[in-house]
């Protein structure tokens, strides 16, 4: 177990790291749209959410999804443990559950209004670049661990299988919401499968109906399987609008009053 905690961190920070800076290059060279005058106060916002959320995470949930994946697994729970499926069957049905809960716990989070209380903090970035990807209320981050950890007991998801999963979710995070100009071909060739910064982007439109689409992480597909895929945004314009009317003030940029939004709103975004 030891050996995959250790493999786990290292390749998650390396590839964190490394994305991070791919993204900082390619976000300067072809940007999609021009950053805004608060670039550093957002950036400096997210970030320090950041590693809020690491350091809570880390108290809170001690059990990290791979090693909570390696003590089901020796004990025998989840449905693939009984199942006894090959191994690669095994990592594929895992990876793909993982991110079907990840989509599932995402389009709760736009249904319920208590649940959007908290997750609005993310929607309230006033721009779209690959930090917004960090911008998550501490209550959404520890909520979607919880999920993560069920899934893997539920569905009795292999170590190796939640080791993808978890980095191709955090790479998706980053790269959906960067601000790159993908050529339109490729794009439309990508979003088949993959979640891309143009089909996310959607997402955080304030245009009707905007918000409630495009709820995938990295496959896009399950978009399509629920009914929730738009191609366009309903404003019918490229350049969309970001974040929410209500938190317009550039104040909720700064991580205090981040921390307090879920407490200054009772809307709740189909």
């Known amino acids: 177990m030891d050996g995959w905690i250790q ?20 976000e300067w060279a072809a940007p999609r ?19 809020l ?7 809170l949930t001690p059990v990290a999804g791979v090693t909570w994946a390696a003590i089901c697994q020796r004990r025998g729970w989840g449905i693939l443990s009984w199942w006894q499926a090959p191994e690669w069957v095994a990592v594929v049905v895992a990876v793909a559950s993982i991110d079907l809960a990840h989509y599932l716990r995402h389009w709760l989070f736009h249904r ?18 690959f930090t917004t990807g ?21 569905v009795g998801a292999p170590p190796l299988a939640v080791l993808l999963a978890e980095l191709l979710e955090r790479a998706s995070v980053l790269v959906e919401h960067a601000n790159v100009r993908v050529p ?7 979003r088949l499968l993959f979640v891309t910064p143009d089909m996310h982007r959607i997402h955080h439109s304030r245009a009707p109906g905007d918000t409630g689409s495009n709820l995938a992480t990295t496959f896009s597909f399950w978009d399509r399987v629920f009914g929730t895929y ?22 909720h940029l700064r991580i205090h009053w981040m921390l307090a939004q879920p407490f200054m709103t009772d809307d709740r975004r189909n």
Do not use: C
Request: proline share 2%; aromatic share 12%.
């Open 7 to 26: 493999t786990f961190q290292r390749l998650s920070m390396w590839s964190f790291f490394g994305i991070v800076i791919l993204l900082v290059l390619v």
């Open 33 to 51: 749209r021009v950053a805004s005058s608060t670039l550093t106060t957002r950036w400096t916002g997210n970030v320090a959410l950041l590693f």
């Open 53 to 59: 959320n690491s350091y809570l995470l880390r108290w």
């Open 112 to 129: 319920n209004t208590w649940l959007w209380r908290v997750h609005v903090t993310h929607h309230s970035d006033l721009d779209f670049d």
């Open 134 to 154: 960090l911008r998550f209320h501490p209550i959404d981050a520890v909520l979607s661990t919880v999920v993560l950890l069920g899934t893997v007991t539920l």
């Open 184 to 190: 339109l071909r490729i794009d439309r060739l990508l």
């Open 230 to 251: 738009r191609a366009t945004s309903s404003s019918g314009s490229a350049e969309l609008v970001i974040g929410l009317a209500e938190f317009d003030d550039p104040k």
